[in-house]
């Protein structure tokens, strides 16, 4: 069993966000996450012994530390030198000028946007002048586990009462930079824009894994019960989803152009309970792929990989109609300039014209999602030829993925 990476300098580096007085002793680390459930970092639960400010007290300051991947292949798959400052500016730079926007829109306290969680701090380096991430980068959170919020079962996906919830949150996460573009589009370029700059995330992949995983898409889609003529268009659909993000080629600046999270599937949302069992929080996390496209990416995502509605072929116009209500609310909401643009027609019609762009994201990370807990090896061990194991998935990614492709058909989105 590997052993969890250390954390040096760990007093120099929290200290100064603490409370004036409060000291660093020392701290107990742990792995937070199974394998399978975090791939492109190494997340670590933390105890922090601290005096308190007074110095009279001994506490403990449970944390959550975010650190790059250990695995080499992985470190090249997840870019980690762009992708973990992406995650950082998050916290830094742009969170900071959501909420600001919010406040100078007299939003009162209880409307402000809850999806993000404390960061205490961030660093690439122990090397100050460093813009390369080492092993001593490292971001600190606060444990959400221990504040009540959980991670739904991967396998299992959120209910249609949870996937109202969610589209409701993301709705207002899309909204505020659309309308911080509108408003304040030199505040939108320097605190936010420079930070979502598109990445081919097959870029660490060799073309020889690559052509694997293709050919495993294939054999799955066969598996799966789908008709040759489909499979040979899905390919098709594939093959210029992959050009465009090899070519880096973004969605059409237009009304439903935001930030996106690019990554929103079941592991990366904690969901936090009431006493009557009904959701009252919610956090996004892993934040290390956010680029600026099209929102309906996001929303086709998470619908396609993280909802287990049995009617969900049937209830996609449903779900959209959710999340546009709660977009249209929360624009309203801060002022946003030519709302007339924002007609449910414009949205559906921004849907069918981003959706066949997103089915090769949403189709690979299919067998990540569904991957079966005992047949993925500890964390030391992980490489990207684990994906294309046949013995990684079950029937459920079989009933999904025809599912996926199903709606895909079914919408002309193919």
């Known amino acids: 069993m590997s052993k969890p990476p250390v954390i040096r300098n760990l007093k120099e580096f929290l200290e100064p966000v603490l409370e004036p007085g409060v000291k660093v002793l020392g701290y107990k680390s742990s792995f937070l996450t199974a394998p399978g459930d975090n791939y492109g970092s190494t997340m670590l639960a933390l105890t922090v012994e601290v005096t308190s400010a007074t110095g009279d007290e001994l506490e403990q300051l449970p944390l959550v530390a975010k ?3 250990t695995s080499e292949e992985f470190l090249e798959i997840f870019q980690i030198d762009v992708t973990f400052v992406k995650e950082a500016a998050v916290y830094s730079q742009i969170v900071p000028a959501m909420i600001k926007l919010q406040q100078e829109m007299g939003l009162p306290d209880e409307e402000t946007i809850d999806v993000f969680c404390r960061c205490y701090n961030t660093r690439v380096s122990l090397d100050p002048d460093s813009d390369k991430v080492d092993a001593d980068g490292v971001m600190l959170f606060e444990n959400l586990k221990l504040a009540g919020f959980i991670t739904e079962d991967r396998r299992k996906g959120f209910t249609r009462e949870l996937a109202e919830f969610i589209l409701k949150k993301l709705a207002q996460f899309h909204a505020i930079p659309i309308a911080l ?13 420079k930070f979502l700059v598109k990445i081919d995330i097959d870029a660490g992949l060799s073309e020889q894994t690559i052509q694997r995983m293709l050919t495993v898409i294939e054999a799955d889609l066969k598996k799966a019960g789908v008709k040759e003529q489909l ?3 899905l390919l098709e659909r594939i093959d210029d989803c992959r050009k465009r993000q090899a070519n880096l080629v973004s969605d059409e600046v237009n009304q439903y152009c935001s930030m996106l999270h690019n990554d929103l599937w079941v592991n990366n949302m904690m969901i936090k309970y009431g006493d009557t069992g009904k959701p009252t929080g919610l956090k996004f996390v892993d934040f290390q792929l956010i680029q600026m496209d099209s929102l309906v ?3 086709l995502f998470f619908l396609l990989t993280s909802v287990s509605d049995a009617n969900l ?3 996609t116009d449903h779900y959209f109609n959710v999340y546009f209500e709660g977009l249209r609310f929360h624009l309203a909401r801060l002022k946003c300039p030519n709302m007339s643009q924002f007609t449910y027609q ?7 014209r ?3 762009r997103e089915l090769y994201h949403i189709v690979a990370m299919l067998r990540v999602v569904l991957a079966k807990k005992e047949s993925i090896p500890e964390h030391s ?4 030829e684990l994906f294309c194991n046949d013995n990684l998935v079950e029937e459920d990614y079989y009933r999904k993925l025809l599912l996926v492709v199903t709606i895909y058909d079914q919408q002309g989105w193919v």
Do not use: G, T
Not at 381 to 384: G, I, N, R, S, V
């Open 354 to 356: 981003v959706a066949p």
């Open 297 to 299: 990416r996001d929303i």
């Open 381 to 384: 061990e992980l490489d990207a």
């Open 231 to 233: 499979i040979k268009r």
């Open 346 to 352: 414009s949205f559906l019609e921004e849907i069918n």
């Open 67 to 69: 650190m790059r991947p």
């Open 181 to 193: 573009r509108l408003l304040k589009p030199e505040v939108f370029k320097s605190s936010v824009q």
């Open 313 to 315: 072929a049937h209830s």
